[in-house]
C-alpha cells in the first residue's frame, strides 16, 4: 500500500545544487522514518541521510554532512533532500524509503538498507562538468 516517489535528479556541474523530493502516499510521515540512500553501478546501496518517526534524530553520512540537508513537509507529503556543494562522487541512483518501525533511533546510523519495508523507484544524479 505505502508508495514513494522520488523526482529532482538530473545532470548538474560540480558546485551545484539539487533538490530531491519523496512524495509519499498511503501512510502518514507522523508514523514512518524515512530514508535518502544512494547506489552507484557496482556498489552497494548507501545511507545518506535519515529522519526518524518523530523527527527529532537526523543523521547525515560523513561524505555528505555540511552539504545535504533532509528535511519533510508534512502537509505536501513530501521528504526532501537538498543537497549542496555536489561533486562528481554524488553521482548515483537516490532512493527514498519508509519503514514503519523506529529503525532509525535504534541505529547509530540510516540502519541497513534491508530493514527498510517500502522503496522508491529511484532518481539519477549526475554530478559532471
Known amino acids: 500500500q505505502p508508495q514513494l516517489a522520488e523526482s529532482g535528479g538530473g545532470l548538474v556541474q560540480p558546485g551545484g545544487s539539487l533538490r530531491l523530493s519523496c512524495v509519499v502516499s498511503?501512510?502518514?510521515?507522523?508514523?514512518?522514518?524515512i530514508g535518502w540512500f544512494r547506489q552507484a553501478p557496482g556498489k552497494e546501496r548507501e545511507g545518506v541521510s535519515c529522519?526518524?518517526?518523530?523527527?527529532?534524530?537526523?543523521y547525515y553520512a560523513d561524505a555528505v554532512k555540511g552539504r545535504f540537508t533532509i528535511y519533510r513537509d508534512k502537509a505536501k507529503n513530501t521528504v526532501y533532500l537538498h543537497m549542496d556543494s555536489l561533486k562528481p562522487a554524488d553521482t548515483d541512483v537516490y532512493y527514498c524509503?519508509?519503514?514503519?518501525?523506529?529503525?532509525?533511533?535504534?541505529?547509530?546510523?540510516?540502519?541497513?538498507?534491508?530493514?527498510?519495508?517500502?522503496w522508491g523507484k529511484g532518481t539519477q544524479v549526475t554530478v559532471s562538468s
Open positions: 529522519i526518524n518517526i518523530s523527527g527529532g534524530r537526523i
Open positions: 498511503g501512510f502518514s510521515l507522523d508514523y514512518y522514518a
Open positions: 524509503a519508509a519503514d514503519p518501525d523506529d529503525i532509525v533511533s535504534q541505529s547509530s546510523a540510516c540502519a541497513m538498507a534491508y530493514e527498510y519495508d517500502y
